[in-house]
C-alpha cells in the first residue's frame, strides 16, 4: 500500500506554504483571541472545538443556510490572499469560519455541505494532520499533508464533491480560518 503522503493529491486539491507573513499571523492570532467564540453543537453534539461564522452560518439543526454578521474587516486581507490564491475575486468567498482547536480537539471525516462551493482553509499558529479520503470500490483512497502554520489549502471540484476531509487531534492550540464561496444553485 502507498504511504498516503506519496500519494498524488486528489483532483482541485491545492497547498500552499507560507501564503501569509509571520506579523501578519500574529495581529490574526491576537484579533481571533478576542472574538466571541462558542463551541461547535452539531445535532446535540458539542465538539472540542469553539467557531465563530460571518457573512453566511450553516444551521445544522435547521439544515439551512443563514445570513450572519459581516465579515470583519481584520479578516479582509486573508480573505484577499486565500481569494488570489484560489483565484477568486475576494466577494466571491462570503462565508468565514473561524476555529479553535485546542490541544485534543479535531474534526471528523466529512464534506462541507453543499450550498458551498470551493473551500479554503488557512492554518494558524501550530500544524495539524490535513486528510482526504474517497471510497474506490472495497477500499479507501487516501492523501495527507502536514497543513503548516501560515499555509493555505484549496478544495474545489472532486476533491470539494467526492473527497471527505479530517484532522485528527492536535497536539498545540490552532486557529484555521476557512473561507467558503457559495454556489449558484443552492
Request: charged content about 30%; proline content about 6%; aromatic content about 12%.
Amino acid at each position: 500500500m502507498k504511504n498516503a503522503r506519496e500519494a498524488a493529491p486528489p483532483e482541485g486539491f491545492r497547498y500552499q506554504a507560507e501564503v501569509l507573513p509571520a506579523e501578519e499571523e500574529r495581529e490574526l492570532v491576537e484579533h481571533i483571541r478576542e472574538l466571541p467564540l462558542k463551541e461547535f453543537e452539531f445535532h446535540g453534539y458539542v465538539g472540542k472545538r469553539r467557531v465563530i461564522s460571518y457573512g453566511w452560518h450553516y444551521d445544522f439543526g435547521e439544515r439551512r443556510l443563514q445570513q450572519a454578521e459581516d465579515i470583519p474587516a481584520f479578516l479582509l486581507p486573508v480573505r484577499d490572499r486565500a481569494a488570489a490564491f484560489a483565484d477568486l475575486a475576494p466577494g466571491d468567498l462570503a462565508h468565514a469560519l473561524v476555529t479553535e482547536y485546542g490541544p485534543g480537539a479535531a474534526i471528523g471525516w466529512h464534506r462541507d455541505k453543499s450550498v458551498f462551493g470551493d473551500v479554503i482553509g488557512v492554518s494558524l499558529l501550530s500544524p495539524c494532520v490535513f486528510r482526504l479520503r474517497r471510497k474506490a470500490g472495497a477500499k479507501w483512497e487516501r492523501y495527507s499533508l502536514t497543513a503548516e502554520p501560515r499555509s493555505a489549502y484549496l478544495l474545489r471540484g472532486p476533491s470539494r464533491t467526492e473527497w471527505e476531509h479530517s484532522i485528527p487531534a492536535v497536539d498545540a492550540l490552532r486557529y484555521s480560518i476557512t473561507f467558503r464561496s457559495l454556489r449558484a444553485d443552492r
